[in-house]
Structures are given as C-alpha cells and as structure tokens.
C-alpha cells in the first residue's frame, strides 16, 4: 500500500465548471444576475422549499439570520434584543456562533452529547430561560438532531415564557440529510447550508438560507443586498428608491452561481459515497479503544468521527498520520477562545469529546482498497 498521504478532505468540481465558470467570465455580467436566479430555482427544486435563497457564505447566512430575528413578527415572536441569550453548542466551526457576537447576543453554552457529538437536547431543555431568544443548533457531520424533541421543547418555553425562542438550524455538515424523510430546511426553522470548497456541494464559496415563512424570505432577500428591491421599477437602476430597512452586502454572483449549477448533478453520489464509507467503518472498526459516534440513516455523513480512549488518542492520530492516513478533530472547542471567556461554563460532554474525538476520511475520493487499509491499520494498532 503506498504511503502518500489520504487526504481528510478533497474538493468536488464537475468536469463542467471550468466551462461554465468561463462563459460567465467573458459574458460581461458577473455580478448578481440570471445565473444566480437559475442556480436557486435549481436550489429550490432541491430542497422542495420556494423559500430558498443563495447568500456569499454560510457565515453571512448565519448572520442575516440572526438580524432578522431583531424586528418582531407574529404572535410568537417579540424580536431580538441587545444582550439577550443564545443557547448554542461550542463544538462546531467558530462561524457558527460568532454571527451570534456580532448581533450583540449572549452565547450559553449547551452540552454535547457524546453519543451522536450534536447537542445535549436534555442539557438545552434545563438551560432555557425567560431571555433564551435563540436556539443555534448543528447537525455534527450531517448527522440529524432530533427535531421533534426541539419543537418540544420549544413549545414548553413558550407555557413558560409566553414565546417560543427562534431556532437557527447551521446546516453546514448536511447536504442531502432529511429528518422524517424531509431535507432539513422543511421543518419550520431559518437553515444555513454551506456551499464552501471541501463541502459535500461547493460552488467555491456561497451558502443558502431557506426561510420558515414568507415575511422572513421576503426581508432576507431585500437586506442580503443592503435593502434594496432589485426587482423595483425604479427610473434609475443605480439610484434606489427608498430603503426602509438598511441591509448587508451578502449576495451570491453569477460566477458562483455557475459553479454550483455544474456541481448539482454530482450531489446525490458524493453523498452516496460518503455515507458507503462510514458504514463500511462502522460494520469492520473493531477496537476495545475505538467507539463510533453514532449516526443516522438520514445523516449525510460530511465528516466520520470516531472515539479514542484519552489516554491514547494523540497516540492513535500520529499512528494514522504514520501509515499515510490524515485525521483531524475539524474544530476546535469555541469555548476555550479568549474572546469568549466571559461565557464560560461547565461543559462535561464536551470536555470529555475534546479529549476523544478524531475524524479519519471517509469521504468520495475514497478507493474501497483506501477503506479497507484504513479499516486495518485502526483494527491491527497496537498502543
């Protein structure tokens, strides 16, 4: 077997994106305009969702979805304000919860649960309070969280509190997971894919929000463009009629867009495979220090992370890394950053997956003789 290194992470690309990316280029137009609006009908399509639309990363989507959060809407739904709290899970990328930040929301910690590595539902269940406004949740891997357990408990807080707190669903892990046979997206919260260049779908970068119902659609897609109606009959395209609602410079180009549009047809095998690999690990890892983190069938599988006793886990990294096989834990705990030490709490899940957790590839790129070396080299590693 050769010792070139496998990679933990590969980019997708159709052998049609240079092609189309080209015919945009010299087009004249590469800025928001037709390729985009073809890219989210094709988006739309996708998800079975109208309410889609595309946005220049998942870290911008985030963020527009927290500002949205800040006008009230509804019955349920008093509006965002300064300094109240979010209840989130520190184990996720940094761009999960820094948007939070730059709303001016509190971050509380939840747990991790280190069976499936989403969030504690028990621990938010205890957490929820009369200033939780928020509920950021991440689908660890494309693994899905239980969301009927979440509307549960959202309907408790509002027996208790007279509002439900909004959920945010970062979707980031997730392309192609369904929860109750539906992509996510389609269970009544704001969702926040990533479209970034080592995802299961990239168009380079970009990302789309798929909204719960049509007042948020309509003002996230007028405050994605600093709040002007692109679709006005205005006198002067470049001179705006009045912007009631000042927005953010957070839309997707045609550029993007056509490189999303090649890649579409390569989603379902991508995920295919990557869901293939991590049950060929899941039916031949057999190690008294190796657990599997459990997933579901609807998961998407964008990552495979495992369990190593503490006492070895560095020990099992460098002895992967040896025979040619990368891992990575992915992302560090958000809670350990100096910006965030006023938020501090105790965290025993999350202790306990910082100390064990490594993900090894499992992704498209994958040979079966690459899975079944690395089945083999976890199985025969001797500590």
């Known amino acids: 077997m050769t010792q070139e290194m496998i990679p933990m992470f590969k980019v997708q690309m159709s052998d049609q994106a240079a092609k189309k990316a ?7 137009f590469v800025g928001q305009g037709p390729k985009v609006e073809e890219f989210e009908a094709a988006l739309k399509q996708k998800f079975n969702n109208l309410l889609t639309l595309t946005v220049n990363s998942a870290t911008s989507g985030l963020h527009l979805a ?9 019955q349920t739904w008093p509006g965002l304000e300064e300094g109240d709290e979010v209840l989130t899970c520190p184990l996720t990328c940094t761009a999960t919860n820094w948007p939070a930040l730059a709303n001016g929301l509190r971050l509380k910690w939840v747990d991790v649960d280190p069976e ?27 693994n899905p969280i239980d969301l009927d357990r979440v509307k549960e408990i959202q309907e408790k807080a509002q027996k208790m509190f007279g509002f439900k707190p909004a959920v945010i ?35 380079v970068d970009g990302g789309c929000m798929i909204l719960p119902h049509a007042e ?16 006005a009959s205005g006198k002067d395209f470049r001179c705006e009629d009045d912007i ?43 190690h008294k220090y190796v657990k599997e983190v459990r997933f579901a069938k609807e998961s998407a599988q964008w990552i495979h992370t ?36 006023g938020f501090k709490s105790m965290l025993p899940g999350i202790d306990l997956m910082a100390s064990e957790m490594v993900c090894i590839p499992n992704g498209w790129w994958l040979t079966e003789g690459q899975v079944r070396y690395i089945i083999e080299t976890i199985n025969g590693w001797t500590p």
């Open 66 to 74: 927290t500002h949205l959060l800040k006008k009230p809407y509804g």
């Open 216 to 231: 948020l659609y309509k003002r996230a897609k007028l405050l994605r463009w600093y709040g002007i109606d692109r679709e």
């Open 244 to 286: 009631p609602e000042w927005g953010f410079k957070f839309h997707m180009n045609d550029l993007n867009a056509s490189i999303g549009l090649a890649n579409m047809p390569l989603i379902d095998e991508t995920v295919d495979a990557h869901r293939a690999n991590s049950q060929a690990y899941l039916n031949n890892i057999f």
């Open 306 to 341: 495992l369990r190593v006793d503490s006492k070895y886990r560095d020990e099992f990294m460098t002895h992967l890394k040896s025979k040619g096989i990368s891992c990575s834990r992915v992302h560090e705990r958000n809670d350990k950053h100096s910006c965030v030490k």
């Open 116 to 142: 499936t590595c989403n969030m504690d539902l028990d621990d938010l269940e205890r957490k929820i309070t009369s200033k939780t406004k928020v509920i950021i949740l991440v689908h660890w891997g494309g």
């Open 22 to 28: 080209g015919e945009v280029i010299n087009s004249g």
């Open 169 to 203: 669903e970062d979707c980031a892990h997730a392309m192609n997971t369904t929860f109750n046979r539906f992509p996510l997206g389609n269970h009544g919260n704001i969702c926040v894919y990533s479209f970034q260049a080592i995802k299961h779908f990239t168009s």
